[in-house]
């Protein structure tokens, strides 16, 4: 009983804020700024067409899309016969270039994004989707490249050589045989990434400034000092929220190993 | 032996090269190389704000400025080093207490953890935002509580006071990570081997002793985990911190990330702001070194 009860606690702290937010996204302005907190009211709908029709945040939701999807492509396409390597063959200086990689997801986004500054400076592609898409690619392929060796390790070796008794060769056992029965892998490994990119803020704050900016970058322009309209600053951030959520009802049963960079299987 | 069985042997002995060339391409391009060019900055006075300052070589003037005239950045450092502990050890009693609790008494455990995971998966930039709502201080839903229980006087504001903001958004970040503590928890849980605890139970071992003697030493990998993940996610942390306070009052708030970020986009000072940033990433370096070391090497497994 005490079990329960302290999980409802739990699950009410939890929950909550997020509730607020969608609340206040159909809440009236002066529903919102009440002095007592409004519990029941009637719901509007105004704020959502308004921000993202009127003030222009639709193609924020496109460039976000296109930016996370793109990255997670990206990622996928170079990291998968990355991960295949790591998990089937052996080199000479393999686990430090593993570790290499390993050191690339832990880098901290400050000191990465100083020095993408410069370079994309440098190479013209300041405020372009395609900045923000490359900058997102590089912690999104070591994370392909982990959460893929686990799944191909988890492939029996005997696949291997029936495989190629049938006469594949190799690149053909891992594009025929190898890749099909690590596709469930894959498709969490590919929501992960969307994920991580979709949420991601720092390095898209500081890349882009105007046409390219994503939606997480956009949200904070509602914010200002003297009048925030916070119910269209909770209609951009349910907007921005809700598809993950839906995500991780999808992944939840790989989420373990993917947040904790394979160590922990779950 | 004929030409295409030749041909397809060359490839097939170059399978592993050619599959990881693409990638390790892609981080050099990207990370690699702009990182050495970062290290190359940090020895010149480039700025965008002052004239004149256009990258000429200083020598290790920016790294003797860091160590000896920038009282700011240390302190930014020791806030940072507050947050993290601070986090990091109240997410872990809670997140490995609510772990037994889902182990031991919850049986639908799958849909409450969905539930529960909701605060971490969430872009952290919206969490920022929910709490800045939750705590505004006119009509923050959460403020007025507090001041109807007679917590908070009727002119603070949690976020705009000097002494209570740092515990606060601390607060928010155990709200937002407790649960992946929790997750990784259950996972370690629900993987270990049944027979030392019913040999325990059969020896009339008390739950207590239990935990002590078996649970504890059987989970040490996850633990061990489970702090470095945490303490470097911790270190690195920005959005949140970044929405809720910009880094204040003052620089109450301001952690090392956001403290980088003010040099290098604020004040445009680049060539200091690569020191700061270089400072930030070989922190997280070797944090990260000890824990590869901690968790994979002595666990004689690489992958598992």
Not at chain 1, 238 to 247: M, S
Not at chain 2, 96 to 112: D, I, P, S, T
Not at chain 2, 119 to 132: E, F, H, S, T, Y
């Amino acid at each position: 009983m005490v079990a329960l009860a302290t999980l409802v606690v739990v699950l009410v702290i939890a929950l909550t804020p997020y509730l607020w937010l969608l609340m206040t996204s159909f809440k009236t302005r002066l529903d919102a700024l009440a002095d007592a907190p409004v519990w029941l009211f009637t719901p509007t709908l105004e704020h959502y067409p308004m921000v993202f029709l009127d003030k222009g945040y639709l193609p924020m939701v496109g460039n976000s899309l296109i930016v996370a999807g793109v990255s997670t492509a990206l990622s996928l396409a170079i990291g998968v016969p990355a991960a295949y390597v790591f998990a089937r063959h052996d080199f000479a200086g393999k686990e430090d270039l593993f570790f290499f990689f390993l050191t690339t997801r832990m880098a901290p986004p400050i000191s990465v994004v100083v020095p993408m500054f410069l370079f994309f400076g440098y190479v013209g592609l300041i405020d372009t989707r395609t900045s923000v898409i490359l900058a997102h690619s590089t912690f999104n392929l070591s994370l392909v490249v982990w959460m893929m060796r686990g799944f191909f390790a988890d492939i029996p070796r005997e696949i291997d050589e029936a495989a190629q008794m049938d006469g594949h060769t190799r690149a053909g056992m891992f594009l025929r045989v190898l890749l099909p029965l690590a596709a469930p892998g894959m498709a969490a490994t590919a929501v992960l990434c969307f994920i991580l990119s979709w949420n991601e803020f720092l390095y898209a704050l500081i890349l882009v400034a105007f046409e390219s900016r994503t939606l997480t970058v956009g949200i904070p322009g509602l914010v200002t000092p003297h009048g925030t309209l916070w119910g269209q600053v909770a209609a951009v951030a349910v907007v921005a929220t809700l598809p993950i959520i839906v995500f991780t009802f999808l992944v939840q049963r790989h989420l373990v190993r993917g947040l904790t960079f394979g160590a922990v299987k779950g | 032996m004929n030409l295409s069985r030749w041909g397809s042997g060359i490839l097939d002995r170059g399978v592993g090269p050619l599959f990881l060339v693409p990638a390790l391409l892609l981080l050099v391009v990207l990370l690699v190389g702009p990182f050495l060019y970062m290290v190359g900055v940090s020895f010149t006075d480039l700025s965008f704000a002052l004239p004149g300052h256009d990258g000429n070589f200083v020598g290790f003037e920016n790294y003797r400025r860091l160590m000896r005239e920038d009282p700011v950045f240390w302190q930014s450092f020791g806030t940072t080093l507050v947050f993290v502990s601070g986090v990091v050890s109240v997410e872990f009693g809670l997140g490995f207490a609510l772990a037994l609790l889902l182990f031991h008494h919850v049986q639908r455990r799958r849909f409450v953890l969905t539930l529960l995971l909701i605060p971490m998966m969430l872009a952290p930039v919206a969490v920022g935002l929910m709490w800045k709502l939750m705590l505004h201080g006119e009509f923050g839903m959460l403020t007025h509580y507090l001041r109807e229980l007679g917590l908070l006087g009727p002119q603070t504001a949690l976020l705009g006071n000097h002494d209570l903001v740092l515990p606060t958004v601390m607060l928010v970040d155990v709200w937002e990570w407790t649960p992946f503590v929790t997750l990784v928890f259950l996972a370690g849980l629900l993987s270990l081997p049944r027979e030392p605890f019913e040999a325990a139970v059969m020896d009339g071992a008390r739950p207590w002793q239990v935990f002590r003697d078996i649970t504890v030493p059987l989970l040490r990998p996850i633990i061990a985990l489970v702090l470095l993940l945490r303490g470097i996610d911790a270190f690195k942390e920005f959005d949140k911190v970044f929405i809720l306070t910009g880094g204040g009052p003052g620089t109450a708030t301001e952690l090392i990330s956001i403290y980088a970020w003010r040099v290098n986009f604020r004040n445009w000072d680049l060539g200091y702001g690569a020191v700061c940033a270089f400072m930030v990433y070989l922190v997280v370096l070797i944090l990260c070194a000890v824990s590869y070391k901690a968790i994979y090497w002595t666990e004689g497994r690489a992958v598992k």
